[in-house]
């Protein structure tokens, strides 16, 4: 227990330099209901700074102790308070005390979201770590912790590259080997538990976002349905990077759907920084970077008619974060085996790889044992909306955002120089993952706009 009790502060302090490095950038917390959902952002964010920090101390030769870290909290806090002094503080929404009618009447479903919880926790801690957790993501956090640096000889070795994809991001790796520092030791078990904050993260961002549209009990039900099946549940404690990284996505498409819808500039920024962290969790959250890149794009100069040099805010937020990663591969020439890899065919065989790949998507996406009832549920949020007369921004561009990643799937399963059946029952699944928690928040959202389902009481106040 007392270990239990040294990860937690652990946690805690990674959420708190998340907190205060959002202060630091003079963002508040979002209108109700997001503000509940508001410290697991937090927490990624400040897995984020901890990875950076890692990197830096492989480009500038120093080591990560856990004063140095807790020195970094300490320098956010002072420039936190300093700003805080010197601006003028004026009410703001999300700073009036509200609270949220009906909140209470969603106790039974809290207990419900408790139990679940229990039963991930408990899921996590008594397996071990899967093949990927520990060989790719976990590989480094030993070596973290065993270095106290980002060492080049681990790090720049070619015969690793198979087995343990050196070019994979450092948020991951950097949280596990926390944990190591907190406890004194390497315990894969407790390193492992860092996946179930996201998994909880991802119920309560699916819940407050649809909190606005339908009563509190109904957006913890939805929220359940993806986040209890065995594929999300299973994943959540292997190790890896995959909830995580689907925890990045869904906030990120949150916080632009709400940024499309309302105009505030807080919410375009933290989009922008789900969107720039996701790329130091996985390689993929490159490409929904891009694309979430280009979704402000448009949404600035076709939605809102405007010069798209005001978006400097966010470009810089989705840059900013991955620069120091891309400047230590730079230097160390580590290269992208997703890119390096890329193998061109003829058009025949370009063709029967992605049928290949479409056919086997659709019968895991209705495959029962893995996914419930989740992917018929988005497919049945997506038709609401095609279907729909009135279709939102909000949500059109978050669909759009969701299209594109699978798109970007299908064209690296296409060009693959793997078996496709092969690559497919290695890999699919934990693709599809980091686009469900999202596809689900856009489908309970798509079947309310649609009439398709009872909206809940108005919610102005959380």
């Known amino acids: 227990m007392i270990g239990l009790g040294r990860e937690a502060a652990a946690l805690a302090v990674v959420w708190l330099l998340g907190a ?15 503000h509940y959902a508001q410290p697991f952002l937090d927490f990624a964010i400040g897995a984020a700074l901890l ?9 500038l030769g120093f080591h990560v102790s856990p004063g140095l870290v807790l020195a970094t909290a300490g320098g956010l806090a002072i420039v936190a ?13 999300d700073q009036t005390p509200s ?39 976990g590989f480094k956090a030993r ?11 681990a790090f720049t070795n070619v015969a690793r590259y198979r087995t343990s994809a050196l070019d994979h991001p450092l948020t991951i790796p950097a949280l596990e080997a926390w944990v190591y520092q907190a406890q004194g030791g390497i315990d894969e078990r407790r390193a492992k538990l860092v996946g179930v904050v996201y998994w909880l993260g991802i119920v309560a961002w699916v819940a407050c976002f649809l909190r606005r549209r339908m009563a509190w009990h109904w957006a913890l039900l939805i929220a359940l349905l993806p986040a209890v099946s065995e594929a999300v549940a299973y994943n959540a404690g292997g190790g890896a990077a995959d909830v995580p990284l689907a925890f990045h996505m869904l906030a990120a498409g949150v916080l632009l759907s709400e940024w499309v819808e309302r105009g505030e500039r807080q919410d375009g920024i933290m989009a922008a920084l789900a969107l720039g962290t996701s790329m130091l969790v996985k390689p993929e959250g490159v490409v929904f970077a891009l694309g979430g890149l280009l979704a402000f794009l448009v949404a600035q100069r076709v939605y809102r008619k405007q010069a798209a040099r005001q978006l400097a805010p966010q470009v810089l937020a989705i840059v900013l974060p991955v620069l120091p990663w891309s400047v230590l591969r730079l230097v160390w020439s580590i290269p992208s085996l997703q890119v390096a890899q890329a193998h061109l065919r003829s058009l025949t065989g370009l063709a029967s790889r992605a049928a290949a790949v479409l056919v ?4 895991q996406e209705v495959s029962w044992p893995t996914w419930d009832l989740t992917w018929p549920f988005i497919g049945l949020g997506l038709l609401a909306f095609l279907s729909s007369g009135r279709r939102p921004r909000s949500l059109a561009l978050p669909w759009t955002l969701l299209a594109w990643q699978s798109a970007a799937y299908l064209v690296y399963y296409v060009l693959a120089p793997y078996d496709v059946h092969w690559i497919l029952s290695a890999s699919l699944e934990r693709l599809l993952l980091h686009l469900v928690p999202l596809g689900t928040a856009l489908a309970g959202a798509s079947l309310v706009q649609a009439g398709w389902g009872e909206p809940g009481e108005s919610c102005s106040g959380g």
């Not at 969603?106 to 229990?118: E, F, N, R």
């Not at 070596?143 to 000889?153: E, K, M, P, W």
């Not at 086997?360 to 019968?363: I, L, P, V």
């Open 81 to 93: 308070l300093v700003r805080r002094r010197v601006r003028r503080q004026t009410p703001t929404p």
């Open 20 to 34: 205060l490095l959002r202060s630091v950038l003079g963002l508040g917390r979002p209108r109700p209901p997001l």
């Open 360 to 363: 086997t998507a659709g019968r």
């Open 99 to 137: 609270r949220c009618a009906g909140l209470w009447r969603a106790t039974p479903m809290l207990l419900v979201v408790g139990l679940a919880l229990a039963g991930v926790a408990l899921r996590t801690y008594s397996e071990p770590m899967y093949w990927d957790g520990r060989f790719i993501w």
């Open 51 to 59: 990875s950076t920090l890692w990197t830096f101390s492989g480009l």
């Open 143 to 153: 070596a973290l912790f065993a270095d106290g640096t980002v060492s080049r000889d």
